[in-house]
């Protein structure tokens, strides 16, 4: 199991090229975390929610997902309350403080999941959430050693030394960890490496001789990392902006965004300048498409995007001759309106949406989640995709639909087809329609594999693993 001594230390990316590793070895390996906090969820291929992590962990191991891989998923919805998944179903929700009551009774569910995934496997990656010392919330954990020790299960612990203070994090940790949990702790891996190794030589000593603990390892950091989805919205913080670009695509960060890797297809390609635009900022005017992103909270995020005057700058951009694409959330925000009459959303049971589709949206205590092939009724092609969301829309718009599933239409197109929405989660990962899509706003050219792409990453991960990975460390060191 790697633990972090924090948050965004790097255990999703160790983890996925670990598993990576192992199955390049030959060994029949599966990813588990017991407690996910994230609205990057993806869709299990049997069925339900799991986070954005475990997919790709999965995909690392060549093995479908399951939702026993990611048997807690937490999907915040307010600043004090999440909605609770259970091994891929809507469970209940709780606010932060009810929640720590709530932990134990999702452990029998955790140790079931974990028996599910271990009978599979020669090897599970387990991945802790957050950090084992917040011994403040020890009580109830499911996440970190409260699992560990339950499920007897041997802990690496992640230090990320590019934010600082590796030392005292470790050191730290030993410190004030109880000793059965201590005790679960095999050794450590320094994260995020940069420079010579051999400066830190003396600072390695120091953890030893202050925890007793072993170093497994000094990993460097991993600009292969960049290139495989991100679940944590930190992210979103880190995005890099390019210029000289053939088409702009702007992408408003809300409050409550969901599902955001379905960007990562677009930031990959060479002609195309994503720009996450933060609060605070306006919409680029020279943009020639702006997305509107998957939102856990619709009715919130609508409000928070009328406070930051992105509907003015939206509207400025469509009198400009834009495009705009709405995602979800997204789609929900430009129509007519938004009700939620059971409140399933937060306090409002009703919005004005933006007005730049001719439908409405009911949200309903019904959630679809699966995954789907549909077929693109605006571009003439295949794609993949899934769906995760509450509501219902219609409208006089819906009789020009995005895509047709199974029969089934999803979505509107605006009369002029200049603004489009759909249900749809991850059609950029799609390459013929990404294609499709991006020589509509005028690019030329082929485009690249995403996901054959997402693949040469983990096996490069894998590869610089199985060179700086001590020959002692558990299952996986040099020595086989």
Known sequence: MLQGTGSDVGKTVLAAGLCRLAAN???????????????????????????????????ACRVPSSVHMNPVLLKPQSEMGSQIIVQGRVWGQAAGRDYQSVKGRLLDAVMESWQTVSAEADLVIVEGAGSPAEINLRAHDIANMGFATRAKVPVILVGDIDRGGVIASLVGTHAILPEPDRRMIRGYLINKFRGDVSLFDDGLAEIGNHTGWPCFGVIPWLKEARRLP??????????????????KIAVPILNRIANFDDFDPLAAEPDVDLVMVHPGEALPADAGLVILPGSK?????????????????????????????????????????????HRMEG???????????????????????????????????????????????????????????????????????????????????????????????????GTQSYRQDVDRALDAIAGRLAGLISDDFPVLGNAG
């Not at 990813?31 to 962990?57: C, H, T, Y």
């Not at 400025?316 to 939620?340: F, T």
């Open 230 to 247: 991100a679940e944590d919205s930190v992210v979103l913080d880190k995005v890099m902006r390019g210029d000289g670009a053939a088409l």
């Open 297 to 341: 909270s619709t009715i919130s995020d609508l409000e928070i995007f009328r406070q930051q005057g992105w509907d003015v700058d939206l509207a400025a951009h469509v009198r400009r001759g834009g495009h705009v694409l709405g995602l979800c959330g997204g789609y929900q925000m430009l129509g007519r309106s938004v009700r939620d009459p």
């Open 347 to 445: 306090d409002r049971d009703a919005a004005e949406g933006l007005g730049l589709l001719d439908i409405e949206t009911i949200m309903e205590p019904a959630k679809t989640v699966r995954n789907v092939e549909a077929e693109g009724l605006v571009h003439k092609v295949g794609l993949s995709g899934y769906e995760i969301h509450i509501g219902h829309t219609e409208g006089p718009d819906c009789m020009r639909p995005f895509a047709q599933i199974n029969g089934r239409p999803d979505g509107a197109v605006s009369a002029d087809g200049r603004i489009v929405g759909t249900y749809l989660h991850g059609i950029f990962a799609s390459d013929a329609f990404r294609a499709r899509y991006l020589q509509s706003l005028g690019l030329t050219g």
């Open 25 to 59: 070895r030959g060994l029949a390996v599966r990813p588990f975390k017991p407690q996910n906090m994230s609205n990057n969820a993806a869709v299990a291929e049997d069925g339900g929610e799991i986070g954005r992590a475990q997919w790709l962990q999965a995909m």
